[in-house]
T-cell receptor
Framework: QKEVEQNSGPLSVPEGAIASLNCTYS??????FFWYRQYSGKSPELIMF??SNGDKEDGRFTAQLNKASQYVSLLIRDSQPSDSATYLC????????????WGLGTSLAVNP | DVKVTQSSRYLVKRTGEKVFLECVQD?????MFWYRQDPGLGLRLIYF???????EKGDIPEGYSVSREKKERFSLILESASTNQTSMYLC???????????????FGPGTRLTVL
């Protein structure tokens, strides 16, 4: 069973701090990795994706991928109360695969 | 911008009714997906489609069927609604992306279905 695991949280950080969200996956052949943000009662929205080892930055967000250790992380710099949401990690497996495997999400609370 | 729309934001139905949920995307995506999301269970794939009239079962297809007669439209059908199908239903779409990276999924706003 291919799995994606996230700490459910809640992760609580003060405003202006760095929030670090982690995700591990079981399928070593996975090729693409996605981070989504979901506000309560709303649908998931894509933050960013990464498919090469290393870091990828987009504004205050940085995704980090380590395929050897099978984890992907999301760093949010200068966290704002508006970043308070659930963050979902999704992974596309190897081969001819159209589906994503989803983690259960990590709840983040940014305190003013 | 990708736009995925769903026919209703909120829907209340009675047990045994046939329920249709519709999803339309305007980005010419090949893939379309139906998920349900429940507290503590995350996103669970019901069905997906990679082409017109093509469909594949996801992880929890029992009690559901789907229809894709046009590329932009993907319908989820609850043949005989039951109370355990009360949930948030989310439609998503993506490009084909069989071999390469990317092919991120874009979601509609969701339909919160209550079955009484």
């Amino acid at each position: 069973q291919k799995e994606v695991e996230q700490n459910s949280g809640p992760l609580s950080v003060p405003e202006g701090a760095i929030a670090s969200l982690n995700c591990t996956y079981s399928d070593r052949g996975s090729q693409s990795f996605f981070w989504y943000r979901q506000y309560s009662g709303k649908s998931p929205e894509l933050i960013m994706f990464i498919y090469s080892n290393g870091d990828k930055e987009d504004g205050r967000f940085t995704a980090q991928l380590n395929k050897a250790s099978q984890y992907v992380s999301l760093l949010i710099r200068d966290s704002q109360p508006s970043d308070s949401a659930t963050y979902l990690c999704a992974v596309k497996g190897a081969g001819n695969n159209r589906k994503l495997i989803w983690g259960l999400g990590t709840s983040l609370a940014v305190n003013p | 911008d990708v736009k995925v729309t769903q026919s209703s934001r909120y829907l209340v139905k009675r047990t045994g009714e046939k329920v249709f949920l519709e999803c339309v995307q305007d980005m010419d995506h090949e893939n379309m997906f139906w998920y349900r999301q429940d507290p503590g269970l995350g996103l669970r794939l019901i069905y997906f489609s990679y082409d017109v009239k093509m469909k594949e079962k996801g992880d929890i297809p029992e009690g559901y069927s789907v229809s894709r007669e046009k590329k932009e439209r993907f319908s989820l059908i609850l043949e005989s609604a039951s109370t355990n199908q009360t949930s948030m239903y989310l439609c998503a779409s993506s490009f084909l992306g069989l071999q390469g990276p990317g092919d991120e999924q874009f979601f509609g706003p969701g339909t919160r279905l209550t079955v009484l």
